[in-house]
C-alpha cells in the first residue's frame, strides 16, 4: 500500500509555482496542493494543456493561473518577483515524443529551455527549491534493471536528451547558485486527464471505429504505468522526506503492462467484442520508443514510499476515467 503523503507539505501556507499546471499531471499537482492549503500559480502555455484541466479551480482565492510561455524570460523572471514563490514544481515539458523527431527544436525549447529560463530565474530570486518531472526516456535503451545510479545514459529521443541535459543543468545550478533540487524521473503515467499515451490513443481509435485497432509496433511492448495519483503521491513523498543538495528518485511500479493487454483493457472497458487488432509490426511503436524496461525502485521504496496500484490496475483505472470523461 502507498505510504500515503497527508499534509505532506503543509505546515505553512507555502506559494508553489507550477509550470505545465494545465496539463494532465500539473493539474493533479495543483488539485493536491491546493487542497493542502497552499498558494499555486499555475503556469501553462496552453500548447497541450487546457483550461478544462483547471476550471474548477478557478475563483480559488489561493490558485492564479497565467498563460504564458515559459521560453518568455522576462515575462517569467516578472512572475517570480511578482509572486516570490518558496518552491517551483517544474513539470512543463514537450510531452509529445515523436512530435520530437519530426520537430527537432521543440524538445530543445519547450523541454529544455523551459527548464533553463526556470533555473535563471530563480537563480535571480528568492526561490531556491525546485522539484523536476525528469523520465525513465533519460536512460536511452539500457537492457540491465534501471537503478538511479546506472551509466552512462544516452537517451534515444530528442525528449529524453532534453530531460537529461535539464537534470545537468539543474546540478550545475545547485552547485554554483545554491539551489536544492528533487528530480523524479516518471515511468508511464496515467489516469483522469491523460492528454497522450495508449490509453488515450486506443480510446479516441476505438471511438471512431469500433470494429478495428491498429496498435503500434508488435504490441509486446512492455512499460511499468503508473496510476497518476500514485505518482503525486510519490513526488510529494521524495520531496518531503529527502533534503540532499539534489535528491534523486525512479518513481514507480514493479509490475508492467504490454500495449496488447491495454489494447484488451481498452475492448473489454468498452464492452466492445471482435475488434479486429492489426499491429504495424516491429519492436516499438515510434522510432526513440524504448520498448521495454524495468525501474529499480528499492531507493524510494526504502525511503518509505510504495504506489497503491499495480501497473495493470492503474491502467484499468485510467481507461474508466477516460471512458467516463468522454460521456
Ligand atoms: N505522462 C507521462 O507518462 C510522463 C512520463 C514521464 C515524464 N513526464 C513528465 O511529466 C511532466 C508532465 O507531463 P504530462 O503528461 O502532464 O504532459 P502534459 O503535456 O499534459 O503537460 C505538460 C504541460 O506543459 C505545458 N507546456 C509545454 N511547453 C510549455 C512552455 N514552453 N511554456 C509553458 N507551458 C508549456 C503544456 O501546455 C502542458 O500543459 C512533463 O515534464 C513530462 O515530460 C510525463
Not at 58 to 82: E, M, P, R, V, Y
Not at 152 to 177: D, M, R, T, V
Not at 253 to 262: E, G, H, K, L, Q
Not at 311 to 327: F, Q
Request: glycine share 8%.
Amino acid at each position: 500500500m502507498t505510504a500515503k503523503t497527508e499534509a505532506v507539505y503543509s505546515d505553512q501556507k507555502k506559494t508553489i509555482l507550477i509550470t505545465g499546471g494545465a496539463g494532465f499531471i500539473g493539474s493533479h499537482l495543483c488539485d493536491r496542493l491546493i487542497a493542502e492549503n497552499h498558494r499555486i500559480i499555475c503556469l501553462d502555455n496552453l500548447s497541450l494543456g487546457i483550461k478544462d484541466n483547471i476550471r474548477h479551480l478557478f475563483g480559488h482565492d489561493s490558485f492564479t493561473f497565467i498563460k504564458t510561455d515559459l521560453c518568455a524570460f522576462g515575462k517569467l523572471q516578472n512572475i517570480f518577483k511578482k509572486y516570490t514563490p518558496d518552491t517551483v514544481f517544474h513539470l512543463a515539458a514537450n510531452s509529445d515524443i515523436q512530435k520530437g523527431a519530426l520537430v527537432r527544436d521543440v524538445d530543445l525549447k519547450n523541454t529544455f529551455l523551459s527548464t533553463y529560463n526556470v533555473l535563471e530565474a530563480m537563480a535571480q530570486s528568492t526561490c531556491k527549491k525546485i522539484v523536476f518531472a525528469s523520465t525513465s526516456a533519460v536512460y536511452g535503451e539500457l537492457k540491465s534493471k534501471l537503478h538511479e545510479n546506472i551509466g552512462p545514459l544516452f537517451p534515444i529521443s530528442f525528449y529524453g536528451s532534453a530531460k537529461l541535459a535539464s537534470e545537468a543543468y539543474i546540478s550545475a545550478y545547485c552547485e554554483n547558485l545554491n539551489l536544492q533540487a528533487w528530480i523524479f524521473r516518471f515511468p508511464n503515467v496515467v489516469g483522469e486527464r491523460c492528454t497522450h499515451g495508449a490509453v488515450y490513443d486506443f480510446i479516441g481509435k476505438l471511438r471512431k471505429n469500433p470494429t478495428e485497432l491498429i496498435v503500434l509496433g508488435n504490441g509486446t511492448q512492455c512499460k511499468p504505468y503508473l496510476y497518476v495519483k500514485d505518482l503525486i503521491d510519490g513526488i510529494l513523498f521524495g520531496f518531503t522526506n529527502s533534503c540532499g543538495k539534489i535528491n534523486y528518485f525512479n518513481l514507480g511500479v514493479n509490475s508492467a503492462t504490454t500495449v496488447d493487454t491495454i489494447a484488451r483493457i481498452v475492448i473489454e472497458e468498452m464492452g466492445l467484442a471482435g475488434v479486429n487488432i492489426r499491429h504495424t509490426g516491429g519492436d516499438r511503436g515510434w522510432v526513440g520508443d524504448v520498448p521495454v524496461f524495468s525501474y529499480d525502485l528499492s531507493k524510494i521504496h526504502e525511503l518509505g514510499w510504495h504506489a497503491g496500484l499495480d501497473s495493470d490496475s492503474s491502467v484499468r483505472c485510467a481507461v474508466r476515467a477516460e471512458l467516463a470523461r468522454k460521456k
